[in-house]
T-cell receptor, first 112, second 112 residues
Framework: NAGVTQTPKFQVLKTGQSMTLQCAQD?????MSWYRQDPGMGLRLIHY???????DQGEVPNGYNVSRSTTEDFPLRLLSAAPSQTSVYFC???????????FGQGTRLTVV | RKEVEQDPGPFNVPEGATVAFNCTYS??????FFWYRQDCRKEPKLLMS???SGNEDGRFTAQLNRASQYISLLIRDSKLSDSATYLC?????????????FGKGTTLSVSS
């Protein structure tokens, strides 16, 4: 059972480039989320989804887009990368609001 | 006011010590409460859920006070392997209740 799989694990982008961080889960979870983690800031919610076709913004959505066309996948798109988006990104999924959230191993993104 | 606030830490304790972490949350509509553990450069993992009646898992005890919007974690007989960052986690509540909000974390260092 793979759980939550994020790709890539590491990425370096140039300012202005776009890219998509992939997230897939094989646990048939309805709920999925993206977080970024910065030193001294903790994990901050970027976007989340309560099911296929439904997404909403979190605390820090600017500069990011998401879509949820299937239950399994929840990609995060950086539209035009900026140095301020240098961070560690975590994808998470859970069965419902009362149960454990499972995290992917993270994507370490550097924007130069 | 930050939605979830934790003791700033770091906590440096000897093996065998008892240590307590505190956390407050601002959204009275929150319904789910958790403590997660995060090791250096790894993804967060669930340590335990927190219930109104309090719950215990071996050396770990969690308490929830809904009236004061306060959560605590007690670790008894600390081990070297307990060294990590402990994250207080609360769901947003309401229609966004599936999204988890994280405190910044408290770092624990247990020394021999």
């Amino acid at each position: 059972n793979a759980g939550v799989t994020q790709t890539p694990k590491f990425q370096v982008l140039k300012t202005g480039q776009s890219m998509t961080l992939q997230c897939a889960q094989d646990m048939n979870h309805e709920y999925m989320s993206w977080y970024r983690q910065d030193p001294g800031m903790g994990l901050r919610l970027i976007h989340y989804s309560v099911g296929a076709g439904i997404t909403d913004q979190g605390e820090v959505p600017n500069g990011y887009n998401v879509s949820r066309s299937t239950t399994e996948d929840f990609p995060l798109r950086l539209l035009s990368a900026a140095p301020s988006q240098t961070s560690v990104y975590f994808c998470a999924s859970s069965f419902d609001r009362r149960t454990e959230a499972f995290f992917g191993q993270g994507t370490r993104l550097t924007v130069v | 006011r930050k939605e979830v606030e934790q003791d700033p830490g770091p906590f440096n304790v000897p093996e065998g010590a008892t240590v307590a972490f505190n956390c407050t949350y601002s959204n009275s509509a929150s319904q789910s409460f958790f403590w997660y553990r995060q090791d250096c450069r790894k993804e967060p993992k669930l340590l335990m859920s927190v219930y109104s009646s309090g719950n215990e898992d071996g050396r770990f005890t969690a308490q929830l006070n809904r009236a004061s919007q306060y959560i605590s974690l007690l670790i008894r007989d600390s081990k070297l392997s307990d060294s990590a960052t402990y994250l207080c986690v609360v769901n947003q509540g309401g229609q966004a209740g599936t999204a988890l909000i994280f405190g910044k974390g408290t770092t624990l260092s247990v020394s021999s």
